[in-house]
């Protein structure tokens, strides 16, 4: 089993007032249980199968589904390091993260993918556009790409990726921005996030993509 962090509940996460405490508390019951079943898999050595990723991250979708997401402590905020008018809260629980994305008017997020990680989508507030790509085959310097998806996801809505299936994606809010929660999990101790340069696409269709930073 590769190491982690701690994957232990936190006691204080948000700042909230006594009509928010309880569905901070519960939120926190709802991402302790998400910790808790990614340290198992992690454990039994099988969460790098294709069948038990979807049936995870579909799982991590029925746990999100009706939970009220709290905003954290605004003390915790930093700004994204790649996106464009975009702020960020990240929490990790052992190979969970737990990121809170909020997109000002217009903010944006450039193409990535997570390398060697799964995760997982909620729009809370507002709206944003994802344009997101299969992976055909990669190497150490670039990738070949699908023909992209574009949906616009409103709040309420989820959606997901696995290691070949939506893992590169992009994001741009509207001139209302939105607030998001992304829930990562990584598959090992070398799971990043990498930005990428698009090229223009084939006559297949096909689109190929160079690294460009990671973050």
């Known amino acids: 089993m590769t190491g982690f962090s ?5 006691s204080v996460l948000f700042d909230v007032d006594k009509e928010t405490e309880l569905d901070a508390s519960e939120y926190q019951r709802v991402i302790c249980d998400i910790a808790a079943k990614a340290e198992r ?3 039994a050595g099988v969460n790098q199968t294709v069948e038990v990723q979807e049936a995870y991250v579909g799982w991590v979708m029925s746990r999100l589904n009706n939970a009220l997401v709290p905003v954290p402590d605004p003390a915790g905020w930093q700004d994204h390091p790649r996106g464009e008018n975009v702020r960020v809260f990240r929490h990790r629980m052992g190979s969970v993260e737990f990121c809170h994305l909020k997109f000002g008017s217009n903010g944006s997020i450039p193409y990535h993918d997570h390398c060697d990680s799964n995760g997982v ?7 944003v556009a994802s ?12 990738m070949t790409l699908t023909s992209p998806v574009h949906v616009r996801l409103s709040a309420g809505d989820m959606t997901s990726f696995c290691l070949q299936r939506n893992s590169v994606h992009a994001l741009a809010a509207g001139a209302d921005g939105a607030y998001i929660l992304d829930v990562f999990t990584r598959l ?13 696409p084939r006559k297949n269709g096909y689109v190929r993509a160079v690294w460009s930073q990671e973050g």
């Open 6 to 10: 701690d994957t232990r509940c936190p």
């Open 41 to 43: 898999l992690q454990s």
């Open 121 to 127: 989508m909620r729009v809370v507030e507002g709206s």
């Open 131 to 142: 344009s997101s790509f299969n992976i055909v085959e990669q190497s150490s310097a670039n």
């Open 188 to 200: 090992n101790d070398d799971a990043c996030c990498r930005y990428l340069q698009l090229q223009p």
